[in-house]
């Protein structure tokens, strides 16, 4: 199993960016997805899990309404695309996969990717 | 919402016990996982639903729940155990990680 994430960066308040998340060596398309993520110091944070097929998504209210989990079964590919930014999204984005073949990313996180670095600020 | 409550900071000597709690409200009747976290690295699970451990993972490594409180109990202690250990559970469609406890190993 294989998670790489792509597409942090620094990106100015109000700004958006889109995350990427690779996936490999397992069925895609039968697990739940999860970004969490870990601002600098501090500890982890869940944001958002997307169900197999990619019709159910759930996030955390902090970021619901700017932040859209999404993804392309076909590709084996896990996005986040983030808009209105704010200083305090400045943290480490993980990938995930929800372990749990029923109650998926509201489970256990079996693997993790090595996080990609986010940074708002201007 | 719901709160999962870990001390900051546990320390231990090489070869001793280390208990680790996550602390919440009923979290006996929810599954409880707990993560490693070593510095500038990713999380590893090292628990699953209470007490089962991934395939792979030193038996030294073990978990209970019971009441409200969570435990991660590492037995004979080693100088590479010494992380970051976050609790993580759920309820109401919503993923709610504990704040983490220092292992350190004295």
């Known amino acids: 199993v294989q998670l790489v994430e792509s597409g942090g960066g620094l990106v100015q308040p109000g700004g958006s960016l889109r995350l990427s998340c690779a996936a490999s060596?397992?069925?895609?398309?039968?697990?739940?997805m999860t970004w969490v993520r870990q601002a600098p110091g501090k500890g982890l944070e869940w944001v958002a899990n997307i169900k197999q097929g990619g019709s159910d998504k759930y996030y955390v209210d902090s970021v619901r309404g700017r932040f859209t989990i999404s993804r392309d079964n076909a590709r084996n590919s896990l996005y986040l695309q983030m808009t209105s930014l704010r200083a305090e999204d400045t943290a480490v984005y993980y990938c995930?996969?929800?372990?749990?073949?029923?109650?998926?990313?509201?489970?256990?996180?079996?693997?993790w990717g090595q996080g990609t670095l986010v940074t708002v600020s201007s | 919402s719901y709160e999962l409550t870990q001390s900051p900071s546990v320390s231990v000597s090489p070869g001793q016990t280390a208990s680790i709690t996550c602390s919440g409200d009923k979290l006996g009747g929810k599954y409880v996982h707990w993560y490693q976290q070593r510095p500038g690295q990713s999380p590893v699970l090292v628990i699953y639903q209470d007490f089962k451990r991934p395939s792979g993972l030193p038996e030294r490594f073990s978990g209970s729940s019971s009441g409200n409180t969570a435990t991660l109990t590492i037995s004979g202690t080693q100088a590479m155990d010494e992380a970051d250990y976050y609790c993580?559970?759920?309820?109401?469609?919503?993923?709610?990680f504990g704040g983490g406890t220092k292992l350190t190993v004295l």
């Open positions: 060596g397992f069925t895609f398309n039968t697990f739940w």
């Open positions: 993580q559970a759920w309820d109401s469609s919503t993923v709610v």
């Open positions: 995930a996969r929800g372990a749990d073949r029923i109650i998926g990313g509201f489970g256990h996180l079996d693997n």
